[in-house]
């Protein structure tokens, strides 16, 4: 029973450059969260999505990010021409569906994609 | 808006002793609380958590939580502290009328000496 998959695990990028996260939920979990974890700080909620919706987006930076979590595959999260300031772990979760709108959901959560912007 | 505090981004118990990890959370309606642990290099494990009824709140690894409002208070306690519970612990809050999106404290680090 694998759990909240993230790849890559690692990824370094140049200034300027693309970064691409992908999220592959829990199995039978079709809610999907991306948090951002700079150091020395704590998660930060970035963007929740359902299979082809985006819910909420309102801790997402307003250029650069977007998400997308497609009806087939992996959520995936992209950054555009990476800054410094990027650098970060940014972790996904999921939940299962149904539940909707309920603040008892238990998110689980990957092992978290760690940026490094050269 | 909500948000957490926790007391102290370092805590640093001797094996065996009594584990005190503090939080205490700002909310304009009484939240959800959750109590997670993240071990180096791994994602964030729940613990245990708070929706409502009895306000002391069991999780994993003999850890527990109590929740007083009065205080707006969720303090996290293991009587004994092992070496395997160093790690980082965050403490967040949700919305019970919203999303299940959390809002995290900075977290704390529970070092244990042996």
């Known amino acids: 029973n694998a759990g909240v998959m993230q790849n890559p695990r690692h990824l370094v990028r140049r200034r300027g450059q693309e970064a691409r996260l992908r999220c592959s939920p829990m199995k039978g979990h079709s809610h999907v969260y991306w948090y951002r974890q700079l150091p020395e700080e704590g998660l930060k909620f970035m963007v929740y999505?359902?299979?082809?919706?985006?819910?909420?987006e309102s801790g997402m930076p307003k250029e650069r990010f977007s998400a997308e979590f497609p009806k087939e595959g992996p959520s995936i999260l992209r950054i555009q021409q990476v800054v410094r300031g990027d650098s970060a772990a940014y972790f996904c979760?999921?939940?299962?569906?149904?539940?909707?709108?309920?603040?008892?959901?238990?998110?689980?959560f990957g092992a978290g994609s760690r940026l490094t912007v050269l | 808006a909500q948000s957490v505090t926790q007391l102290g981004s370092h805590v640093s118990v001797s094996e065996g002793a009594l584990v005190l990890l503090r939080c205490n959370y700002s909310s304009s309606v009484p939240p959800y609380l959750f109590w997670y642990v993240q071990y180096p290099n791994q994602g964030l494990q729940l613990l245990l958590k708070?929706?409502?009824?009895?306000?002391l709140v069991k999780g994993i690894n003999g850890f527990e939580a109590e929740f007083k409002k009065s205080e707006t208070s969720f303090h996290l306690t293991k009587p004994s502290a092992h070496m395997s519970d160093a790690a980082e612990y965050f403490c967040?809050?949700?919305?019970?009328?919203?999303?299940?999106?959390?809002?995290f404290g900075k977290g704390t680090m529970l070092l244990v000496s042996p």
């Open positions: 708070y929706t409502t009824g009895a306000t």
């Open positions: 979760a999921s939940s299962p569906p149904g539940q909707g709108l309920s603040g008892a959901n238990v998110l689980t």
């Open positions: 967040a809050v949700s919305d019970p009328a919203g999303y299940s999106t959390l809002t």
């Open positions: 999505l359902q299979k082809e919706n985006i819910i909420d």
